[in-house]
């Protein structure tokens, strides 16, 4: 694997990191977003209606970390079926990493949840970044990743709907009053991040690997 090859993952991963210390550094200041997450809040939970609201728990459920780690631990078994253990180690390393890191970073800034007088939901855990928001990115982003790979003439089709499901999970998290924008921005910037961090380092790995092989074979 060449250097050059790596630029692009290094400006990915530098933008996300950029943009996620500058959110995380606002919250912390209570800078102009702050006053933006809580409008936004304010209106959203002034116009729930019910069928909404019951539409958005559904949403919620599908992008929460434990229904996806039952999800990838699924998915983990279909690619051991189909041998393909590349895939394999790179879902369990992004989900579980994932994870791992957002619990690590929600006590490392300690942000609370939106309040109001009358919640939809209540939770008692830090709100910054978003779980919700990081592991759908990262699950859907990784099944965007395999069907582009497999199905190239379908790509439109699986950008377009990972893309949309990862915007109404974290739309979902921001109506329900359990998040502020910025909490869904930052968990969105940490698993674009993570994944671009994880993966490259697999790549690098691999490479790694297969010189070892051509150079024993060589001998």
């Not at 180690?89 to 957002?102: F, R």
């Not at 699950?139 to 990743?145: L, R, S, W």
């Amino acid at each position: 694997m060449r250097h050059r090859d790596l630029i692009p993952a290094m400006l990915i991963f530098s933008a996300a990191v950029a943009a996620f210390t500058w959110i995380a550094a606002t919250v912390e200041t209570g800078g102009t977003f702050t006053s933006t997450d809580a409008w936004v809040d304010t209106w959203l939970h002034l116009h729930a209606m019910p069928p909404i609201t019951e539409a958005m728990i559904v949403i919620s459920f599908l992008g929460a970390p434990s229904t996806l780690m039952v999800v990838s631990a699924l998915v983990c078994v279909v690619l051991m079926h189909k041998r393909s253990y590349d895939r394999l180690v790179a879902l369990i390393i992004l989900v579980l990493g994932g994870n791992l890191l957002n619990y690590g970073l929600k006590h490392l800034i300690h942000r609370g949840r939106p309040t109001f007088e009358d919640p939809l939901l209540t939770l008692s855990s830090y709100s910054f970044p978003s779980g919700h928001a990081m592991a759908s990115t990262v699950f859907y982003g990784f099944v965007i990743a395999c069907v582009l790979a497999m199905a190239r003439q379908r790509h439109n089709v699986a950008t377009t709907a990972g893309i949309l499901m990862i915007g109404l999970v974290c739309l979902s998290r921001v109506y329900l009053g359990v998040h502020y924008v910025s909490d869904v921005l930052g968990g969105i910037l940490e698993a674009i991040a993570w994944s671009t961090l994880a993966l490259t380092a697999l790549r690098l790995a691999r490479a790694h690997q297969r010189n070892i092989g051509s150079r024993r074979q060589a001998e």
